[in-house]
């Protein structure tokens, strides 16, 4: 037994790629990229002189009964896989894949990892029929990893079992169900698995036997239906990985190195049993061999292509110089090389009547005008832009970087729409773009609502050659809940009435962050006829939906609920309560009690302080009131703010005569803690309005509004300092209207 290194096993490995990926066995196709989307077809069959487009600066990838493999590398270093009927037909990109191998006919291999002996999750591609969906089989499941493909549902995997010995398996998947039968016949220790091609229902399987340190090699032809075995071969190693795998009705072959010797092949004459030893060449000639009858093919880059019998020994000049060759279903070889006065392309060797080899070439090597297409579609199912810092990132990679890709996200409930270009990719073919949640309207931009988006990308060559690529996706975007939110896009929203009656909502946006400050949107007006009411407060969800409510109190003293729609506006108001003018004030929107639901406090002209708990029934969404005690006269205005404190249960800023603000903390129990002292000079503010979390750091802040304009006081969750500083914000400062009640 020849011993080697890893290294000296690599790099013949690297040598016979093309033969090995032919062969399923030791496929070295390295791509970075993890397994993407499925591959697109082009539209338009590409032809150079009757024959099929190998193309320019590609490499051979395997030959299959209809059609060839080429793959080339993107700016980035990704590999591109094309299959190409040899008939001319409709090419189709392949997606980026880390190994490949091929056999059975059509059937191309995807797999997760540049070694096709260590493909574990795989996808069975059968381009005999390339719009037919890929077979996903997790071999990984079973313990197995990838030996040869079968059929385009079917492999077989060496499998580990529960005692941590190898077993040759047959692998179908039929629907969602995945079987494994066990291949009888194989010696008990077999192990380090790889095969030959299919065809005629059989596959070569070669295999380990033995201890580590006297390892020994075999053969054996395995019936794949009955999943036994029916012939073996002995072999003084096992040559896992090494390629040059075959069979045929007279013989069988692999690959073998000896130093000294160099690269040669072992074959087998099936009826006699002699064993032979074709010497290729020097080991560093990087040879590629393939099988076919009782021909042996084989070259190497820069020397003409043979063939020489294994039967009787008599060699043949091909007349084509090939860098590679690959064994095909039929039991032809297709070399890829040039031939004196015929070009550069594809050749297929092929047995004539009388059994000897001739050399048709099948496709020509050229530059196929082949249209875009969008391999690959990174688009979220869901993203929670409060979760991602404002911002998601949205890509496609197309097949080629000379394109446009015209992106537009439509929202579904809607119909509203975002839209944007991208001219030039962000690296190699993918293009990519950050969206902000955000809409660019002709008066501004807003934030965009929440829910469910249709997103359509189409890709168009710069030059306006062919037809555009079309992907289609769908987002939803969310954002944390927010009580003060009216029109679904995470953001607080702040309520004014004009002096007209006329009731109007500014949107704070949600993604201000992005700019350090505060800023709004346009004001939108929701209705009129709101003059009739004393009181109008903001007090969250308290009808059991998701969008906040309003409460008003009119001149009759009667209480209305006015539940959010969700759209920015307000459903019909429904009659809750009467008798409420016996408060001056009233403050809605933070849980008191840690029920989870909003509650309602209000002070009467006594200066009594009444508690109302929140029910969550928009018939009845306050229960019974409970004092909270007297005293509270002192205070011209008073605002729930929601937790601020840090504590288990909703706050309430006060206010007193001499401009001192007061922060009562929620105790969870319906009531209030000691009051803390929060500062003097708070008298400059006409209004306090509780604004909910407007920097996305969990707690809710507060908006103050004066002669001097609006500012917001960031809360820090702790009770002694509760606020920090203050921060301008353009609100009610370019809608040119005089502001009244604000909520």
């Known amino acids: 037994m020849q011993l080697r290194s890893t290294g000296s096993r690599l790099a013949l490995a690297v040598t016979a790629v093309l033969a090995v990926t032919a062969l399923g066995a030791g496929t070295l196709a390295t791509a970075p990229t ?31 009964s209809t059609g060839f493999l080429s793959y080339s590398f993107d700016a980035d270093r990704n590999r591109q896989l094309l299959w190409t009927p040899y008939g001319g037909g409709n090419p189709t990109r392949l997606k980026t894949p880390a190994g490949w191998a091929m056999g059975a006919g059509d059937v191309v291999v995807l797999g997760d990892d540049s070694w096709s002996a260590e493909f574990r999750s795989i996808t069975l591609r059968n381009m005999a029929t390339p719009s037919a969906p890929g077979v996903d089989i997790d071999l990984g499941a079973l313990q197995g990893t990838f ?80 999943a036994t075995v029916t012939a073996t071969y002995a072999s003084e190693e096992s040559g896992y990985g090494y390629g040059g795998l075959n069979f045929s009705d007279s013989h069988v072959t692999w690959f073998n190195y000896k130093s000294g010797v160099g690269d040669f092949i072992t074959s087998v ?10 010497v290729l060449g020097p080991h560093l000639d990087e040879w590629h061999s393939a099988l076919m009858g009782e021909w042996l093919v084989y070259g190497a880059p820069g020397t003409p292509a043979k063939a020489v019998s294994l039967t009787s020994g008599e060699t043949r000049e091909l007349g084509v110089s090939a860098s590679s060759s690959a064994s095909a279903a039929d039991g032809s070889v297709v070399l890829r090389g040039s031939r004196d006065g015929d070009g550069d392309g594809l050749f297929r060797v092929a047995a004539a009547q009388d059994g000897t080899p001739t050399v048709t070439k099948v496709a020509v090597t050229g ?59 962000a690296s190699g073919t993918r293009f990519s773009f950050v969206w902000h949640g955000q809409f660019d309207e002709v008066d501004g931009t807003v934030d965009a609502p929440n829910g469910q988006y249709a997103v359509e990308a189409e890709a168009t ?39 007209q009656g006329g009731m109007w909502r500014e949107d704070l946006r949600d993604h201000t962050p992005l700019y350090g400050d505060v800023r709004t949107t346009r004001a939108s007006r929701i209705g009129t006829g709101w003059g009739i009411y004393k009181q109008i407060e903001a007090v969250g969800n308290v009808g059991g939906a998701t969008t906040g409510d309003l409460i008003t109190v009119d001149g009759s003293g009667v209480q209305w609920l006015y539940l959010g729609k969700g759209d920015g506006t307000f459903a019909n108001r429904v009659k809750i309560g009467t008798g409420w003018q016996i408060y001056p004030k009233i403050a809605g929107g933070s849980d008191l009690d840690g029920d989870g639901r909003a509650d309602l406090v209000a002070t009467d002209t006594a200066g009594t302080l009444w508690f109302y708990k929140g029910t969550g029934n928009y018939a009845k969404p306050f229960g019974t009131r409970v004092s909270l005690g007297g005293s509270w006269q002192i205070y011209n205005q008073i605002t729930a703010v929601g937790n601020i404190a840090g504590t288990a249960a909703g706050d309430m800023v006060a206010r007193d005569a001499g401009g001192v603000l007061w922060l009562y903390q929620g105790n969870g129990k319906g009531g209030f803690s000691t009051r ?56 009610f400062t370019h809608n040119g209207l005089n502001v009244g009640i604000v909520a």
């Not at 032809?47 to 030959?63: K, M, Q, R």
């Not at 004459?269 to 074709?278: C, F, L, P």
């Open 367 to 425: 530059t196929p005008s082949l249209p875009v297409t969008i391999d690959e579609v990174d688009v979220p199912d869901v993203v929670n832009l409060d979760k991602t810092g404002g911002y998601t990132t949205l890509a496609w990679t197309l097949s080629r970087a000379d394109a446009t890709l015209d992106v537009t996200l439509t929202h579904l409930a809607t119909g509203r729409k975002f839209t944007t270009r991208l001219t030039a990719p």
């Open 34 to 64: 993890a397994l993407a989307a499925a591959s697109t077809t082009a539209s338009a069959a590409q032809t150079i002189d009757g024959l099929a487009v190998f193309p320019e600066g590609s490499s051979f990838g395997g030959a299959g």
């Open 676 to 731: 803390v002292k929060v500062g003097p000079g708070w008298n400059t503010y006409s209004q306090l309005i509780g604004a909910d979390d407007l920097n996305n750091n969990g707690r809710p802040d507060l908006i103050a509004y004066g002669t001097g304009g609006a500012f917001v006081y960031r809360s820090t969750g702790n009770a002694t300092a509760p606020f920090v500083g203050r921060q301008a914000t353009d609100l």
């Open 269 to 278: 004459d099936r009826t006699t049993g002699e064993q032979k030893q074709t």
């Open 461 to 499: 060559l710069l030059d306006g050659s062919g037809e555009p690529a079309h992907r289609s996706s769908v987002l939803n975007l969310t954002r944390t809940y927010n009580p003060h939110d009216y029109n679904d896009n995470g953001s607080t929203d702040v309520l004014f009435r004009d002096p």
């Open 147 to 226: 030996v040869a493909v079968l059929s385009p549902t079917s492999v077989l995997a060496q499998v580990i079992n529960a005692d941590d010995e190898a077993e040759l398996h047959v692998v179908t998947k039929t629907g969602t169900t995945t079987t494994s039968r066990k291949v009888s016949g194989l010696p008990a220790d077999a192990t380090e698995f790889f095969g030959s091609p299919l065809h005629d229902g059989s596959v070569l399987v070669a295999y380990a036997t033995g201890p580590m340190d006297a390892r020994t090699g075999g053969r054996a032809l395995v019936d794949v239906a009955a």
